[in-house]
Every structure is written in C-alpha cells, then in structure tokens.
C-alpha cells in the first residue's frame, strides 16, 4: 500500500511569488492535515480538509489556503511567499482521527 | 484544547529503558493520547495510541494513569537508531469521529553509545 506522497520534495522560491505543494493520501483516507515545521521546531497546524471541505485552520494569515479535490488529494497553495516561510511542509492524512495520522516526507520550501 | 507539556530533551545510554512522561491537565473526556517519533528531515511516524490503562505493541508502551492527566511513553532497550524527537499528541473529537491535534514541543531523545 502506497503511503502519502507529496511533492515536490524541495523547491526554491523568491520571496513574493507563489507555491502550490501537492499530497496524495493513502487510498481510502478521507481527511487530509497539513502542517508547517519551521527548522528545528515543532510542529504548527495549518490546515484539516475532510471530505472535500474545510474543516478547520491554524492561525496562519489568508495567504495560507488550500483544497481537497474528489480523490482526496489535496494542495496548499502559499501567496505572497515570505522568508519565514521556509519551512519543511507536512502533509498526514487519516481514515478516522482515533487511528492516527500518517504523515508523508513533506516538501521542503526555502523562500530567499 | 489540551495542552501537552514535555521534557524538551533526554539523554539515554544504549540498552537502557526510556520513559518519556507527558503532561495533559485539560485532557477532555473524548480526548486520546498519541505518540509519534521524528527523525531529522521527515514526516513523524505514528507509535502508539491509548485512552486509559496502559497499551502495548512491538515498539513501545503507553501508560496512562487512571486521572489522564498525563501518559508515559515507555522505550524498552533503545538503541542508536531511537535518537529522534517524540511528540505527544492528544486528539480532541469533533463529532463525528473526526479529531484536530495540536503537537507539543516534542523531546529529543539523544541515545548515547
């Protein structure tokens, strides 16, 4: 069974331009969770799609959004990148929250 | 929310047993306790999960005391390869079966030959 994938594993951006970072949940998982892990800290919540909708957010401006397509996959796309959005980027996607999420590589964004 | 409160870091010699205690004062009654490990560069990988008592699979130990109000990760014979960080996470329910965690600091884990 395929685990999450997500892409690209890095990218180089300049500061004011826009990303969209890709994940691919493991088949049969509805929701999909994404998280942003500045180096060497913890994890911060971003975003929880769940059956194609919203369901919730981290505080993170506007600029953060994201959407979860009829397969489940889903994108997060950054507007306006600034350098502290160099992150890694970590997508975990699950069939029920009481199983437990199971996370991809992430990408990594460096932002100069 | 609860808020989870761990060690920042710990230092362990190889073979020995590690218990990594995590706080969780505001843990709601729906609320499951989740460890996950993570090594430098990847996503964290699911460990264990529990609600009360104490769970056991062929990675580690979870114990939970009969108030919730926090859980004990147990490493048995740690090697090398279990230096990494360990986040306890607690889930709170949403209805519906679906859940939003919040991640702690997490604990370094440094396993010294």
């Known amino acids: 069974e395929a685990g999450v994938t997500q892409s690209p594993t890095h990218l180089i951006k300049t500061r004011g331009q826009q990303v969209t970072l890709r994940c691919s949940p493991i088949s049969g998982h509805t929701s999909v969770y994404w998280y942003q892990q500045a180096l060497g800290l913890g994890l911060q919540f971003l975003l929880w799609?769940?059956?194609?909708?919203?369901?919730n957010r981290g505080n993170f401006p506007p600029r953060f959004s994201g959407r979860q397509f009829p397969n489940y996959s889903s994108e997060l796309n950054v507007n306006a990148l600034e350098l502290e959005d160099s992150a890694l980027y970590l997508c975990?996607?699950?069939?029920?929250?009481?199983?437990?999420?199971?996370f991809g590589s992430g990408t990594r964004l460096t932002v100069v | 929310l609860a808020k989870t409160t761990q060690p920042i870091s710990m230092d362990s010699y190889e073979g020995q047993e590690v218990n990594i205690t995590c706080s969780h004062n505001n843990i709601a009654t729906n609320d499951y306790i989740t460890w996950y490990q993570q090594f430098p560069s990847q996503g964290p990988r699911f460990i264990i999960q529990g609600y009360k008592t104490k769970v056991t699979n062929e990675v580690a130990s979870l114990f939970i005391p009969a108030d919730r109000k926090s859980s004990t990760l147990s490493l048995p014979r740690v090697s090398l390869s279990d230096t990494a960080v360990y986040y306890c996470?607690?889930?709170?329910?949403?209805?519906?079966?679906?859940?939003?965690?919040?991640f702690g600091t997490g604990t370094k884990l440094q396993v010294i030959p």
């Open positions: 975990a996607s699950s069939f029920r929250a009481n199983y437990g999420y199971t």
């Open positions: 799609y769940d059956e194609g909708e919203e369901r």
């Open positions: 996470l607690v889930g709170t329910s949403l209805g519906g079966g679906y859940q939003k965690v919040t």
